[in-house]
C-alpha cells in the first residue's frame, strides 16, 4: 500500500468511527457490534503505526490513549475559573434574587439552572475547530494541562463538524466517572483485594491524573458541558451558548431549565431532589445563572465569585440508625473488612442494612462500639459509610472495640503489614474464603471464562472436598459432578465443556486468574506482552520486573 492509498483509508476509516462514535454517545444507539468497531479502530491503528505522517491530532485513535506524560504542565487560564457562593437555604436564595434585582435596577430578568455535577471541571480550548489544550481548574487562576488525557473521553469532541463557531473558544464543563462504571472499578478492586475507591469524584480527578493516558481511556470517563467563553461567540444568553455548544456535537445534560423568576427556580430544585439520584452520575446541587450575559457582566465579580450566580447545595442525606453488630469478612487474598450491622434504615431510596467501617484505623477514629447510635451517609450516593457516632445516646455501660486478633473463619493470627491499614489471615491454602474466593476469581469472565460455574456450585464442590484449589477444577469428572444437587446430564456435560474450553483463554487471562495480589488485569496484560510465559515471569528478577512499563 502507498501512502495514497493509506490516506484514503484512514480518512474513510476515521469518518466511520466518528460517525459511529457520535450515534453511541450521543444518540445511545449503534449499528454495528463492539467487536466490528473494534476492528476498524485497530485497522486505523495499524494504518497509523505504518505512516506516521498521516496520524492527525483529531484522529480516533487519540480515545484509546498511550501517550505517557511525566510532568503536567502548569498553565494560565484564560478566563479565569472562579468558585461560586454556596447556599443550602431558600431564604439565601431570595436573598441572591433581591441582590440581582438591585444590580440590575429596572431591567426584566431571567434565571438559567442546571444541576451541579459532582466530577472534575475542565476548560477546553478549540482553535479553527479543533481541541488544542484540556486544563484541570487547579487554583482557579492556573491549572494543569492534561489534554492527552481529555482526548480519551470519547464525549469530548477532537474536532467540530461543520457549523458556526469561532475560531477561538473555550468550552467548560465536568468529567466524571459514571455509577456504573465506578461500581464496575470497585468490583474489579475487590476481586483483586484490594480496598475500594471511596467516591466516583476521587476518582475521576485520580484518572485524569494519570501518566499513561491508556489507562485514563479504560475508566471511559464522560464530560458534561455548561459554559461557553470567548471574545465575540455570537450568543447574547447563556441558554444560547448552552444549545450552541449542543448543536456542535458537544455532550450537554438534558437537565438543564430556563426560569423566569425565583419561584420557578425554587420549583426546579424540589423537583430534582430525588429526580437526580436516578442519573447516571453524582449530583450534589442545582447552580442558577442570570441568563442574559450582558446583565452578566453589569453585575460583575466579587474577589471570589461571580454575582450572577450562586450554588444551591442538597444536604447529604443521612440517617440515624442502631449498630447491632460488627462482623468481619475475609476476602480471598485474605484481607479483613470489618462490617457494621444496621438495623434496616432507609437512605436515599434504598434499604440499608450492613455499612463497610474498613479497617481497624477507622473503627478508632469513630470510637464505635455496638449498641451505639449511628449516622450513615451513602458515600458519593453509592456507598453505605457510618460517619458519626451519636455518643449522647450511648449507653453508660458500653465498652470500647476489641478489634479482633485471629481469623473469624479459620483461627490464624492476623497479621497487619507495615504501612497498611488492613489486617490478613495468612493462611491462603486452609482458610476456605480465600479458597473459595481464588477459585471463584479464577473462574470469571475475564479470567478463565468458565460460565457454568457458579458460588453455589464451587461451594459445594468445596465442601464434598473436590475442589480445594484452582488446578482441581480440571480433575473433575461426570460422576462427581453429576452427583451435586441441581445437575442433570446436560448441565453435568456443560460444565466440563466449560472447563475444557477454558483451557484455550490467552496467558494474561491465565495470569490474571491466578489471583497474585496487586496483578490485576492491565498488570496482567503488560507483564504477560513483556515475559510471553510463566516460566520467565517465574524467573524474573525484581530489577527485570520494574524494567516492565507500568510496573512499579
Not at 505522517?53 to 498511550?66: F, H, I, N, T, Y
Not at 457516632?389 to 483461627?411: A, M, N, Q, W
Request: proline content about 4%.
Amino acid at each position: 500500500m502507498n501512502q495514497e492509498e493509506a490516506s484514503k483509508e484512514i480518512s474513510s476509516l476515521s469518518q466511520k468511527i466518528n460517525y459511529y462514535n457520535d450515534l453511541y454517545y450521543q444518540k445511545d444507539t449503534s449499528e454495528i457490534s463492539d467487536f466490528e468497531f473494534d476492528k476498524l479502530l485497530e485497522r486505523l491503528i495499524e494504518l497509523e503505526r505504518a505512516f506516521p505522517e498521516l496520524k492527525k491530532d483529531d484522529s480516533p485513535s487519540q480515545r484509546v490513549g498511550g501517550t505517557i506524560t511525566k510532568n503536567f504542565e502548569t498553565v494560565n487560564h484564560r478566563y479565569p475559573m472562579l468558585s461560586l457562593g454556596n447556599t443550602y437555604s431558600k431564604e439565601d436564595l431570595e436573598e441572591f434574587d433581591k441582590r440581582v434585582a438591585k444590580g440590575l435596577g429596572d431591567e426584566p430578568y431571567e434565571y438559567f439552572c442546571e444541576l451541579k455535577f459532582d466530577g472534575v471541571a475542565l476548560s477546553l480550548t478549540y482553535e479553527n475547530g479543533k481541541l488544542v489544550r484540556g486544563v484541570t481548574r487547579g487554583d482557579g487562576t492556573r491549572g494543569d494541562d492534561i489534554t492527552n488525557n481529555v482526548r480519551t473521553i470519547r464525549t469530548v469532541p477532537l474536532s467540530l463538524r461543520d457549523g458556526d463557531y469561532p475560531d477561538f473558544f473555550e468550552a467548560r464543563g465536568e468529567a466524571f466517572l459514571p455509577k456504573e462504571m465506578f461500581l464496575k472499578l470497585n468490583k474489579e478492586r475487590e476481586e483483586q483485594g484490594e480496598e475500594l475507591y471511596a467516591n466516583a469524584r476521587n476518582t475521576a480527578s485520580g484518572s485524569l491524573k494519570m501518566q499513561d493516558s491508556s489507562m485514563v481511556a479504560r475508566r471511559k470517563l464522560d464530560c458534561y458541558l455548561y459554559s461557553m467563553n470567548g471574545e465575540d461567540i455570537g450568543v447574547a444568553t447563556h441558554e444560547e451558548a448552552i444549545l450552541k455548544l449542543q448543536s456542535l456535537n458537544f455532550n450537554i445534560s438534558p437537565t438543564f431549565k430556563k426560569c423566569k423568576n425565583i419561584n420557578e427556580v425554587l420549583a426546579y430544585i424540589a423537583e430534582w431532589e430525588t429526580k437526580r439520584l436516578e442519573l447516571p452520575l453524582d449530583t450534589d446541587g442545582i447552580v442558577i445563572k442570570v441568563n442574559s450575559i450582558q446583565q452578566q457582566h453589569k453585575l460583575g465579580f466579587t474577589a471570589k465569585s461571580p454575582r450572577w450566580a450562586i450554588a444551591y447545595k442538597y444536604k447529604s442525606e443521612a440517617a440515624v440508625t442502631l449498630l447491632q453488630d460488627i462482623t468481619y469478612q475475609v476476602g480471598r487474598t485474605g484481607a479483613i473488612t470489618p462490617v457494621a450491622e444496621l438495623q434496616p434504615v432507609l437512605l436515599a431510596g434504598t434499604t440499608v442494612k450492613r455499612a463497610s467501617l474498613h479497617n481497624a484505623n477507622e473503627i478508632e477514629r469513630l470510637d464505635i462500639r455496638v449498641g451505639d447510635m449511628v449516622f450513615v451517609e451513602k458515600g458519593g450516593e453509592i456507598i453505605p459509610k457510618v460517619t458519626h457516632v451519636d455518643t449522647s445516646k450511648r449507653k453508660p455501660d458500653s465498652e470500647r472495640l476489641k478489634y479482633i486478633t485471629h481469623c473469624p473463619e479459620c483461627g490464624t493470627e492476623l497479621v497487619r503489614y507495615e504501612g497498611e491499614a488492613v489486617h490478613y489471615c495468612t493462611n491462603a491454602l486452609g482458610c476456605p474464603p480465600q479458597i473459595k474466593g481464588k477459585i471463584e476469581h479464577f473462574i470469571q469472565r475475564k479470567a478463565m471464562n468458565i460460565d457454568s460455574l457458579g458460588e453455589r456450585t464451587i461451594d459445594m464442590l468445596y465442601q464434598k472436598g473436590l475442589v480445594t484449589s484452582p488446578a482441581d477444577l480440571y480433575q473433575l469428572t461426570y460422576d462427581q459432578i453429576f452427583e451435586l444437587e441441581g445437575f442433570k446430564d446436560l448441565s453435568t456435560k456443560n460444565l466440563l465443556e466449560g472447563i475444557k474450553n477454558s483451557s484455550s483463554v490467552p496467558f494474561e487471562s491465565v495470569l490474571f486468574a491466578l489471583g497474585i495480589r496487586f496483578v490485576g488485569k492491565t498488570v496482567a496484560e503488560k507483564l504477560a506482552a513483556h515475559f510471553k510465559s510463566i516460566d520467565a515471569l517465574a524467573a524474573a528478577t525484581y530489577d527485570e520486573l520494574i524494567e516492565v512499563p507500568e510496573i512499579g
